[in-house]
T-cell receptor, first 113, second 112 residues
Framework: KAGVTQTPRYLIKTRGQQVTLSCSPISGHRSVSWYQQTPGQGLQFLFEYFSETQRNKGNFPGRFSGRQFSNSRSEMNVSTLELGDSALYLC????????????FGQGTRLTVV | DQQVKQNSPSLSVQEGRISILNCDYTNSMFDYFLWYKKYPAEGPTFLISISSIKDKNEDGRFTVFLNKSAKHLSLHIVPSQPGDSAVYFCAASVMSNYQLIWGAGTKLIIKP
């Protein structure tokens, strides 16, 4: 079956702009989590959605938001981009809960200039 | 405050020998632990997991050990192979919660 698909793979944006990243989970998976990875850091949890509801949110400013659609696809949005937002953004899907085995997409590499 | 710590940023091991990757945690509420492997330009891939009711779980060349009293877990890879060269992350969760807390990762290099 198809894996987790993230689009776009690479993105370059200017400070102050906003960006929307997309994630299509594995068919049948209802939980989608988003993570930010920066050099030397582990994966920092952004938020988790299940059946269109955000169940948990990490310690990120309100500029980071997300949503999940009825088909489980998810988007995350970052407004008023800052240089420090440059990172690899990873999406993971799992059957029901974020703590069970999660399958990751290849990520979206965001560069803010 | 880092709840999950991988204190070794990198580890170099000879091919065929045992690789031992370590992870410490501070939150005694964690009851589920996972190891992921990550190659450059790819997302992490699940390797093996263990719940807090166990102290060992094996899957082929990979074994995870959990020492709850020391709040420590380790991943053993035997024998190590060149394809094992990657960054390894440990992650922990409270099963009633909906997020994984990740360590910073350990880069494993297998030398031929």
């Amino acid at each position: 079956k198809a894996g987790v698909t993230q689009t776009p793979r690479y993105l370059i944006k200017t400070r102050g702009q906003q960006v929307t990243l997309s994630c299509s989970p594995i068919s049948g998976h209802r939980s989608v989590s988003w993570y930010q990875q920066t050099p030397g850091q582990g994966l920092q949890f952004l938020f988790e959605y299940f059946s269109e509801t955000q169940r948990n949110k990490g310690n990120f400013p309100g500029r980071f938001s997300g949503r999940q659609f009825s088909n489980s696809r998810s988007e995350m949005n970052v407004s008023t981009l800052e240089l420090g937002d440059s990172a690899l953004y990873l999406c993971a899907s799992s059957l029901s809960t974020a703590y069970t085995e999660a399958f990751f997409g290849q990520g979206t590499r965001l560069t803010v200039v | 405050d880092q709840q999950v710590k991988q204190n070794s940023p990198s580890l170099s091991v000879q091919e065929g020998r045992i690789s031992i990757l370590n992870c410490d945690y501070t939150n005694s509420m964690f009851d589920y632990f996972l190891w992921y492997k990550k190659y450059p330009a790819e997302g992490p891939t699940f390797l093996i997991s263990i719940s807090s009711i166990k102290d060992k779980n094996e899957d082929g060349r990979f074994t995870v050990f959990l020492n709850k009293s020391a709040k420590h877990l380790s991943l053993h890879i035997v024998p190590s192979q060149p394809g094992d060269s990657a960054v390894y992350f440990c992650a922990a969760s409270v099963m009633s919660n909906y997020q994984l807390i990740w360590g910073a990762g350990t880069k494993l290099i297998i030398k031929p």
